[in-house]
């Protein structure tokens, strides 16, 4: 299972973090993503990054502000999340696919977090 750590509650034009890890097993050949969903709207993806970490891919929304990294050793992927906007409040979920990761048709997913962006 995928946990997902991190959110919050921070102002406009602030920074987060959110990290992903395995309760078991390891991330390793996996390519990892992050999907989020705010309230009364459909799901949207956010970032990917590929097994080991050479390609990564954005939604347009995020690019420039966001970015997904991951760690191989401690078996984590981050979202680095800066200048955020009031429009960035969401559930985050930590996702897996063993293709690349550009949309929501995802088939595994984890626990989300939530972030809130205040104006």
């Known amino acids: 299972q995928l946990q997902a750590s991190g959110g919050g509650l921070v102002q406009s034009g602030g920074s987060l973090r959110l990290s992903c890890k395995p309760s078991?097993?390891?991330?390793?050949?996996?390519?990892m993503g992050w999907i989020r969903q705010a309230p009364g709207k459909e799901r949207e993806f956010v970032a990917g990054v590929s097994w080991p970490g050479t390609r990564k891919n954005y939604a347009k929304s995020v690019k420039g502000r966001f970015t997904i990294s991951r760690d191989n050793i401690e078996n984590t992927v981050d979202l680095q999340m800066n200048s955020l906007k009031p429009e960035d409040t969401a559930i985050y979920y930590c996702?897996?696919?063993?293709?690349?990761?550009?949309?929501?048709?995802?088939?595994?997913w984890g626990q989300g977090t939530q972030v809130t962006v205040s104006s």
């Open positions: 078991e097993g390891t991330l390793h050949y996996w390519y």
């Open positions: 996702v897996a696919d063993r293709t690349e990761i550009a949309s929501t048709r995802v088939p595994f």
